[in-house]
């Protein structure tokens, strides 16, 4: 019986997916499993990462809460001046997003800090107590949360 040239291919796909099947099984499984020193190096990593995400979203908040203030001083400018109905309303439409952004940046500055704080513990779990990285990110932890009480009362 004669094959067509599609039949080959799948002859071809069979061969190399046992191939594969063959390799796998005369390898031992590899250790997956990371060094305790490895581990502390990651964590390290991630909470300089962290440190850095908090305090680029705290930037970004006070960036759109000066956006705000001059957004709303422009508005109140125009309607003083009685500038055209359109370009009153392109310019509130502009105020209205720059005040959502607000929320949106508290939650990701307020979930950033969750993940700063776990990634502090870790550590911290590890015996990893002293370090540049860490009084880093203890010192970013202070000032956001000081941050949060200064806006909520």
Known sequence: MTTTSGGCCFRYFDLVKQSEQERRCD??????SKSGAATVMATVRNLKIKTGTCKRVV????SYEKEVEREAAKTA??????????DLKQQENVLAESRMMI??????LEASLADLKATLAELEESNQKEGVEIEEAQSTIADV????????A
Request: charged fraction near 55%; glycine fraction near 2%.
């Open 27 to 32: 390898r031992p499984p590899r250790d997956r």
């Open 77 to 86: 400018e125009m309607k003083e001046k009685g500038a055209d109905p359109y």
């Open 103 to 108: 929320p949106d940046c508290r939650k990701r």
């Open 145 to 152: 949360e000081r941050f949060f009480e200064s806006t909520e």
């Open 59 to 62: 930037k970004e908040l006070h």
